[in-house]
């Protein structure tokens, strides 16, 4: 099966620094990788759809100077979080859609990232 | 936009007791409809999904949900859950306009199955 890895799996970092999550496809290829954040006890919220090649999309109340976001490869999307401020704390999954396509709008979801920021 | 309410949030049962999930949606035109497990500590899996055709979609794990149109509900069933299927349950949907291919998630359910 498709498989989505993100990396690190867990990151703390100061008030201010800046953190980069990776989110690679690992066997197969992906146009489209999807971005979310999950608050404890709480669903999967979608920050952001990010294209091979152009522009994220960035849902209404995410600040993109804030998530910035690089989809370079076919299998590789970051997220950057710019300045990190503690109520940016938060599990964040990427999830990737195969770019063949052949399970239609079927996502791959990656393992997710903790970021702790002091 | 499209909206996915799941109702229960905790559900607590006993081994060997029938599970019914509620998920209800909001978008008027064609969907394609999804649920997903999050286990304990992992990362979220899909567990049935339904585009088109038989509205009883068959799962893993012995799962399987049903699609009403005319209730915009897609309820997750198993007729008897194991203590392993302890986990968040969490219903999705897209819209079938192809709207960037973006799931809109429920909120979720807590599922405790005791030995």
């Known amino acids: 099966g498709a498989v989505v890895s993100q990396h690190p799996s867990r990151v703390i970092c100061k008030s201010g620094t800046s953190v980069k999550i990776e989110c690679r496809s690992l066997?197969?290829?992906?146009?489209?990788m999807f971005w979310y954040r999950q608050f404890p006890k709480k669903s999967l919220m979608l920050m952001a759809t990010?294209?091979?090649?152009?522009?994220?999309?960035?849902e209404q109340g995410v600040e993109k100077d804030k998530f910035l976001i690089n989809h370079a490869s076919l299998t590789l999307s970051t997220l950057t979080v710019t300045s990190a401020h503690p109520e940016d704390s938060s599990f964040y999954i990427c999830?990737?859609?195969?770019?063949?396509?052949?399970?239609?709008?079927?996502?791959?979801f990656g393992p997710g990232t903790r970021l702790t920021v002091l | 936009a499209q909206s996915v309410s799941q109702h229960n949030h905790h559900v607590i049962l006993s081994e060997a007791a029938s599970l019914e999930l509620g998920c209800n949606y909001s978008?008027?035109?064609?969907?394609?409809l999804f649920w997903y497990v999050q286990y304990p500590g992992q990362h979220l899996q899909l567990l049935l999904k339904y585009f088109s055709g038989d509205p009883l979609v068959k799962g893993i794990k012995g799962f399987e949900a049903e699609f009403i149109k005319s209730k915009f509900s897609f309820n997750l069933r198993k007729p008897s859950v194991q203590w392993s299927d302890t986990a968040e349950y969490f219903c999705a949907v897209n819209a079938g306009n192809n709207a960037g291919n973006m799931l809109t998630f429920g909120g979720g359910t807590r599922l405790m199955v005791k030995p």
């Open positions: 066997d197969f290829q992906a146009t489209t």
């Open positions: 990010s294209n091979e090649g152009s522009k994220a999309t960035y």
């Open positions: 999830s990737a859609r195969d770019i063949w396509g052949h399970e239609y709008n079927e996502q791959f």
């Open positions: 978008y008027g035109g064609t969907v394609n």
